[in-house]
């Protein structure tokens, strides 16, 4: 939330001299718990900045785009007998400045800001007199951006009337000595999305007394009766909803300039003054607020769920399907509003509107949350609604309202109001007093503890003792409205504490215990990360989350246990809404987002589960108890309601995997780097993966390589992605991946040292000539079993097709090196251990020597 530091003070009692630097309050309420992102002084003008009123417009209309030049009266009296020389023409000055404008947004009579010669804007932007468009431009008329209030740059700010006279400071008027904090809001800190809300937390943290908006004074007249006739259905949650009405509204009443002023440093870009002024109390008090135009509502307002099928068509002209589960304001008429997301269009306040009902509901912030998601409609209002909203403050925000509407647009506010449903009284939260002394390890001046409760608000009493938490002395403290989220003696200790500062609590680590430390599991998955680091790959953590297209892009068959995904009862994004079963979906979305960044030479990799459900539905896991440990009899329902999610390693290859350079040309990442990077996991547990030739999607059919323990166990494919994958995706031509389920590959605890021979090798070469469909995986594992133990290595050097060899035959060249740990080998015995090799390769696969 962006408010400015001035508004804030306004609510905190300070002594006279010793207002905080902007910093100082960043810095206050960063102590207290809140992100503050940045702290934005408005930039400084240097230099003559004036209010200036326009006294004449003529059009230029020689010009291919609007241009105008203007008289504007700056109260520059020492221009009044003054003349100017333009082009050998002599006007009489009457006073004013002549300034060639481009913005049509205002007519004579209106105030503008002026920056006059010498002054210098943000951005290092110094004004000058020129000559353009054939007149001396003597200054320029200015607009929100070129200010330093905000970026709408659609036009020349315009002054309501009677704000100030010309020639006055406009500086001071726009008060741009300000700065505003730019604060990011955690969802259970809903309260302060308000300036109410984060004013008494600046006063906390200033140990001031904070001045609450909710308790201003207004003169309104005492209620009498109901605003409007409102019906609450049971099944629309809504605890909540009071209306006001206000009359003879003066539809053309601009908006004051210290309201828009604080609306646009907000963010907020001003309309009209009804609609300003629900936006105004939003930030100010933290309760959302809807405009009707009154003589557009038919009848009785009924707030309800949708009906199957509903339409509205909301503020933004856009026709929307309601879902049953959707709450609505309606009336005769039928939709006339989204609860706490947007209203409808059937009843906006128009250019004209001067009959407006006001309201201020508190809705079940799931049942907001799931609509903006499901209609894509974020706003402000759901965001508040989402994180809970003060029902107590709903009727002092409609008296706010219509006080500012009477008070600024000559209102007539109606006595009636209308206040269905109430307010929940919180539930008192009983607390041990010293316990917030044991868990911050320290103890605390007497007295802190009630002070820090009663400032957030709380009702604090002394209680009896609470024979659960040793009979010691305790204290019931009692929320306020707008602070639902404390239910448990834990959430006040964590108001003392951050209140008295995190950075009082002692930093010691307790000494851990012997013999305790990572697990077996956890220290083989850290050695895969470096392995993979030390190969040159990087470590991404890509979203759990796909879209169910993304099984499409993959090529998956329809019957593939992978499109069996787990769908989530609440998705952050309504578009990725199930969990993933491959790690593949996240590593390709990493690919391409940094190839859009041109980043096109990369080796990713990622550590982390899928889920995998079983082919029939998963048993429904029951809620346990927290205050106690479950039986095993418990633990056991809820692993049989868990679906599977085994531990995976993905990896991913694009690009270049050796740059060229001065030192020769590079080379390209191809599907055997991809095998490597499996094989590598693999030494990382102890084991050596057997490599065969497979078709698996998203792999291309001809490069693909399934990977299998000794015993056979398959535990991940690798290879190159499918042509049609990579252009599905947009992925960099031959893109490579591997995957392998870590929990496959054996756990040893003891893995014993290597015996390294002191004995010389001798180096064998056998070039064999065999099927061409014969994998060389499978000659290589023939060749090592037939030549026995002595066979320390077998590699492939070289593969030859041609008319030597025969039409659909190949030769595959290996070399053998072979070491005894005891002895030098004869020639004799090495060669009789190759012809054995070769026997083996012979016999399985009809391979004979070339």
Same mark, same amino acid.
């Given at each position: 939330?962006?408010?400015?530091?001035?508004?804030?003070?306004?609510?905190?009692?300070?002594?006279?001299?010793?207002?905080?630097?902007?910093?100082?309050?960043?810095? @206050?309420?960063?102590?207290?718990?809140?992100?503050?992102?940045?702290?934005?002084?408005?930039?400084? =003008?240097?230099?003559?900045?004036?209010?200036?009123? /326009?006294?004449?417009?003529?059009?230029?209309?020689?010009?291919?785009?609007?241009?105008?030049?203007?008289?504007?009266?700056?109260?520059?009296?020492?221009?009044?007998?003054? &003349?100017?020389?333009?082009?050998?023409?002599?006007?009489?000055?009457?006073?004013?400045?002549?300034?060639?404008?481009?913005?049509?947004?205002?007519?004579?009579?209106?105030?503008?800001?002026?920056?006059?010669?010498?002054?210098?804007?943000?951005? *290092?932007?110094?004004?000058?007199?020129? $000559?353009?468009?054939?007149?001396?431009?003597?200054?320029?008329?200015? #607009?929100?951006?070129?200010?330093?209030?905000?970026?709408?740059?659609?036009?020349? +700010?315009?002054?309501?009337?009677?704000?100030?006279?010309?020639?006055?400071?406009?500086?001071?008027?726009?008060?741009?000595?300000?700065?505003?904090?730019?604060?990011?809001?955690?969802?259970?800190?809903?309260?302060?999305?308000?300036?109410?809300?984060?004013?008494?937390?600046?006063?906390?943290?200033?140990?001031?007394?904070?001045?609450?908006?909710?308790?201003?004074?207004?003169?309104?007249?005492?209620?009498?009766?109901? *605003?409007?006739?409102?019906?609450?259905?049971?099944?629309?949650?809504?605890?909540?909803?009071?209306?006001?009405?206000?009359?003879?509204?003066?539809?053309?009443?601009?908006?004051?300039?210290?309201?828009?002023?604080?609306?646009?440093?907000?963010?907020?870009?001003?309309?009209?003054?009804?609609?300003?002024?629900?936006?105004? /109390?939003?930030?100010?008090?933290?309760?959302?607020?809807? @405009?009707?135009?009154?003589?557009?509502?038919?009848?009785?307002?009924?707030?309800?769920?949708?009906?199957?099928?509903?339409?509205?068509?909301?503020?933004?002209?856009?026709?929307?399907?309601?879902?049953?589960?959707? %709450?609505?304001?309606?009336?005769?008429?039928?939709?006339?509003?989204?609860?706490?997301?947007?209203?409808?269009?059937?009843?906006?306040?128009?250019?004209?509107?001067?009959? %407006?009902?006001?309201?201020?509901?508190?809705?079940?912030?799931?049942?907001?949350?799931?609509?903006?998601?499901?209609?894509?409609?974020?706003?402000?209002?759901?965001?508040?609604?989402?994180?809970?909203?003060?029902? #107590?403050?709903?009727?002092?925000? &409609?008296?706010?309202?219509?006080?500012?509407?009477? $008070?600024?647009?000559?209102?007539?506010?109606?006595?009636?109001?209308?206040?269905?449903?109430?307010?929940?009284?919180?539930?008192?939260?009983?607390?041990?007093?010293?316990?917030?002394?044991?868990?911050?390890?320290?103890?605390?001046?007497?007295?802190?503890?009630?002070?820090?409760?009663?400032?957030?608000?709380?009702?604090?009493?002394?209680?009896?003792?609470?024979?659960?938490?040793?009979?010691?002395?305790?204290?019931?403290?009692?929320?306020?409205?707008?602070?639902?989220?404390? &239910?448990?003696?834990?959430?006040?200790?964590?108001?003392?504490?951050?209140?008295?500062?995190?950075?009082?609590?002692?930093?010691?680590?307790?000494? !851990?215990?012997?013999?305790?430390?990572?697990?077996?599991?956890?220290?083989?998955?850290?050695?895969?990360?470096?392995?993979?680091?030390?190969?040159?790959?990087?470590? /991404?953590?890509?979203?759990?989350?796909? #879209?169910?297209?993304?099984?499409?892009?993959?090529?998956?068959?329809?019957?593939?246990?992978?499109?069996?995904?787990?769908?989530?009862?609440?998705?952050?994004?309504?578009?990725?809404?199930?969990?993933?079963?491959?790690?593949?979906?996240?590593?390709?979305?990493?690919?391409?987002?940094?190839?859009?960044?041109?980043?096109?030479?990369?080796?990713?990799?990622?550590?982390?589960?899928?889920?995998?459900?079983?082919?029939?539905?998963?048993?429904?896991?029951?809620?346990?108890? /927290?205050?106690?440990?479950?039986?095993?009899?418990?633990?056991?329902?809820?692993? !049989?309601?868990?679906?599977?999610?085994?531990?995976?390693?993905?990896?991913?290859?694009?690009?270049?995997?050796?740059? *060229?350079?001065?030192?020769?040309?590079?080379?390209?990442?191809?599907?055997?780097?991809?095998?490597?990077?499996?094989? +590598?996991?693999?030494?990382?547990?102890?084991?050596?993966?057997?490599? =065969? *030739?497979?078709?698996?999607?998203?792999?291309?059919?001809?490069?693909?390589?399934?990977?299998?323990?000794?015993?056979?166990?398959?535990?991940?494919?690798?290879?190159?992605?499918?042509?049609?994958?990579?252009?599905? +995706?947009?992925?960099?031509?031959?893109?490579?991946?591997?995957? +392998?389920?870590?929990?496959?590959?054996?756990?040893?605890?003891?893995?014993?040292?290597?015996?390294?021979?002191?004995?010389?090798?001798?180096?064998?070469?056998?070039?064999?000539?065999?099927?061409?469909?014969?994998?060389?995986? =499978? %000659?290589?594992?023939?060749?090592?079993?037939?030549?026995?133990?002595?066979?320390?290595?077998?590699?492939?050097?070289?593969?030859?097709?041609?008319?030597?060899?025969?039409?659909?035959?190949?030769?595959?060249?290996?070399?053998?090196?072979?070491?005894?740990?005891?002895? $030098?080998? $004869?020639?004799?015995?090495?060669?009789?251990?190759?012809?054995?090799?070769?026997?083996?390769?012979?016999?399985?696969?009809?391979?004979?020597?070339?």
């Amino acid at each position: 939330m962006r408010v400015p530091v001035s508004w804030l003070l306004q609510h905190v009692d300070l002594p006279p001299g010793d207002v905080p630097s902007p910093e100082a309050v960043g810095d @206050a309420l960063i102590r207290v718990g809140l992100e503050v992102e940045d702290v934005a002084r408005i930039p400084v =003008s240097v230099g003559p900045l004036v209010v200036g009123r /326009v006294r004449s417009i003529e059009e230029l209309t020689e010009f291919k785009k609007p241009i105008r030049y203007c008289r504007v009266d700056v109260g520059d009296d020492a221009q009044r007998s003054s &003349t100017v020389e333009v082009g050998g023409e002599h006007n009489e000055d009457d006073g004013t400045r002549g300034i060639v404008c481009g913005a049509t947004n205002f007519v004579e009579g209106d105030l503008v800001v002026v920056a006059l010669p010498g002054a210098v804007l943000p951005g *290092a932007f110094a004004i000058a007199a020129r $000559t353009t468009y054939g007149h001396v431009s003597d200054g320029m008329i200015c #607009a929100l951006d070129e200010l330093g209030l905000g970026d709408d740059h659609s036009g020349i +700010l315009v002054l309501p009337p009677g704000t100030a006279d010309p020639g006055d400071d406009a500086a001071v008027l726009l008060g741009l000595d300000d700065a505003v904090l730019d604060i990011a809001v955690t969802p259970d800190r809903g309260y302060c999305l308000s300036v109410r809300g984060l004013a008494r937390e600046l006063a906390c943290a200033l140990d001031a007394v904070h001045g609450d908006p909710a308790l201003l004074g207004n003169d309104l007249p005492a209620p009498d009766g109901d *605003a409007w006739p409102v019906r609450l259905e049971p099944d629309a949650q809504c605890r909540r909803f009071v209306a006001r009405r206000v009359t003879d509204l003066d539809p053309a009443a601009p908006t004051p300039w210290w309201m828009r002023r604080r609306l646009l440093l907000c963010g907020i870009r001003p309309i009209s003054l009804a609609v300003d002024v629900t936006n105004y /109390v939003m930030l100010e008090l933290g309760q959302p607020m809807h @405009a009707y135009d009154a003589s557009a509502v038919r009848g009785e307002v009924v707030v309800r769920r949708a009906r199957a099928d509903e339409k509205i068509t909301t503020l933004d002209d856009v026709q929307r399907v309601l879902d049953p589960d959707d %709450v609505l304001v309606t009336d005769d008429s039928g939709p006339i509003g989204m609860a706490g997301i947007m209203g409808g269009a059937s009843t906006e306040v128009a250019a004209t509107t001067g009959d %407006v009902l006001l309201e201020a509901a508190t809705w079940d912030a799931p049942s907001v949350a799931r609509a903006a998601r499901r209609h894509r409609l974020p706003s402000e209002a759901a965001r508040r609604f989402e994180r809970e909203v003060d029902p #107590a403050v709903a009727r002092a925000a &409609t008296d706010r309202a219509a006080w500012l509407l009477a $008070t600024y647009g000559g209102a007539t506010v109606a006595p009636g109001v209308t206040d269905e449903g109430g307010v929940p009284a919180p539930a008192p939260v009983f607390m041990a007093l010293d316990l917030p002394d044991r868990v911050a390890g320290r103890r605390y001046e007497r007295g802190a503890v009630v002070r820090r409760l009663s400032q957030i608000g709380c009702a604090v009493e002394v209680a009896g003792a609470d024979p659960g938490d040793g009979g010691g002395a305790g204290l019931r403290a009692t929320p306020p409205t707008w602070r639902p989220d404390l &239910t448990r003696p834990a959430d006040l200790v964590e108001e003392v504490l951050r209140l008295e500062g995190y950075d009082g609590i002692p930093s010691e680590l307790p000494a !851990a215990r012997p013999g305790t430390g990572l697990t077996l599991g956890q220290r083989r998955r850290r050695q895969v990360s470096r392995a993979l680091a030390d190969a040159g790959y990087d470590e /991404v953590l890509p979203s759990p989350f796909v #879209a169910p297209s993304v099984f499409d892009a993959l090529g998956l068959d329809a019957d593939d246990p992978r499109r069996r995904a787990l769908r989530l009862a609440n998705p952050l994004d309504a578009e990725r809404a199930l969990m993933a079963t491959t790690l593949l979906p996240g590593l390709l979305d990493a690919v391409v987002r940094n190839a859009s960044r041109g980043l096109r030479d990369l080796a990713l990799f990622q550590i982390g589960q899928v889920v995998r459900p079983g082919a029939g539905e998963p048993a429904e896991a029951p809620v346990l108890p /927290v205050d106690a440990r479950p039986d095993d009899a418990a633990f056991a329902e809820v692993l !049989a309601g868990l679906p599977a999610q085994p531990l995976r390693v993905g990896a991913v290859l694009a690009g270049a995997w050796d740059r *060229a350079g001065w030192w020769g040309p590079g080379r390209p990442a191809d599907w055997a780097d991809a095998i490597e990077a499996a094989r +590598l996991v693999g030494r990382t547990y102890g084991v050596e993966l057997e490599v =065969s *030739a497979d078709r698996h999607a998203p792999w291309h059919p001809g490069r693909c390589a399934a990977l299998h323990l000794p015993d056979g166990t398959l535990v991940g494919h690798a290879g190159e992605l499918h042509p049609k994958v990579v252009e599905t +995706l947009g992925l960099p031509a031959r893109t490579c991946a591997m995957e +392998l389920e870590i929990d496959r590959l054996p756990l040893v605890e003891a893995r014993p040292s290597p015996a390294v021979s002191p004995f010389p090798p001798v180096l064998l070469d056998v070039a064999l000539v065999l099927d061409a469909g014969v994998p060389a995986a =499978s %000659v290589a594992a023939a060749l090592r079993e037939g030549g026995g133990d002595l066979v320390e290595d077998v590699r492939l050097f070289d593969v030859y097709t041609g008319a030597q060899v025969g039409e659909g035959n190949r030769s595959l060249a290996f070399a053998l090196r072979l070491r005894a740990p005891d002895r $030098t080998l $004869t020639l004799e015995e090495a060669s009789a251990r190759r012809d054995a090799a070769v026997a083996t390769a012979a016999e399985r696969h009809g391979a004979r020597l070339r």
